[in-house]
């Protein structure tokens, strides 16, 4: 992967920043969801929010190549991906319960927005207190593969219980990385006492 992001970031910083690259693919994902998949446009959707999520390799790699790393910039970057996640399982809820006309999905894709969000505060607060969190199993990247499978499986004509089964395969995996986030703060902090 390094050897195709590499050089793709170094042609791109001529007069791009890297929070720039950042904050177009996070406006590429949010219109990719929101404009395709709770449409029921899953193919091209799929194709749209898959291009711009790659970015999120692309503006770290950029920034590390430039040495222009900074706290900003990893704010920025985890903030917009709650935003571009939100975007995707929120899609997906509207598209459930409209189109595709199936409440379990709908109510699965609320499920995993929601604990997708709470797998990423976990970690953020964890860090802001001092501790590593640096442990579960459905963090976005899994998370993110799972979905764009599905969506690419809808778009080529699969029944929407393929959504509804990878949406509850992402909610147990999202509940257990909490609870297995939770465990690890509590084991550091019994480690280190009050």
């Not at 190549?65 to 509207?94: K, P």
């Not at 409209?98 to 709908?106: F, M, V, Y």
């Not at 579960?136 to 979905?147: D, S």
């Not at 990878?166 to 990385?177: G, H, N, R």
């Amino acid at each position: 992967m390094g050897r195709v992001v590499t050089p793709l970031a170094t042609g791109l910083r001529a007069g791009i920043t890297p929070d720039a690259v950042t904050a177009a693919g996070t406006v590429g994902v949010v219109a990719g969801a929101l404009a395709l998949w709770a449409t029921g446009h899953f193919l091209a959707g799929t194709a749209v929010i898959t291009l711009f999520v790659l970015t999120d390799v692309l503006d770290g790699t950029m920034a590390r190549t430039l040495g222009t790393t900074s706290r900003f910039g990893a704010w920025l970057d985890s903030t917009c991906d709650r935003a571009a996640d939100a975007a995707v399982f929120g899609s997906l809820a509207w598209w459930f319960a409209h189109g595709g006309d199936d409440s379990l999905g709908q109510a699965l894709a609320l499920v995993v927005l929601v604990t997708s969000s709470l797998v990423s505060y976990a970690k953020a607060r964890a860090q802001g207190l001092g501790f590593s969190c640096d442990v579960g199993i459905a963090e976005r990247t899994e998370r993110l593969v799972v979905v764009l499978a599905a969506g690419f499986a809808l778009g080529f004509g699969a029944p929407g219980t393929v959504m509804v089964v990878a949406l509850a395969v992402l909610a147990a995996l999202t509940l257990i990385t909490v609870g297995q986030r939770a465990r690890e703060v509590r084991r550091q902090a019994t480690l280190l006492g009050p």
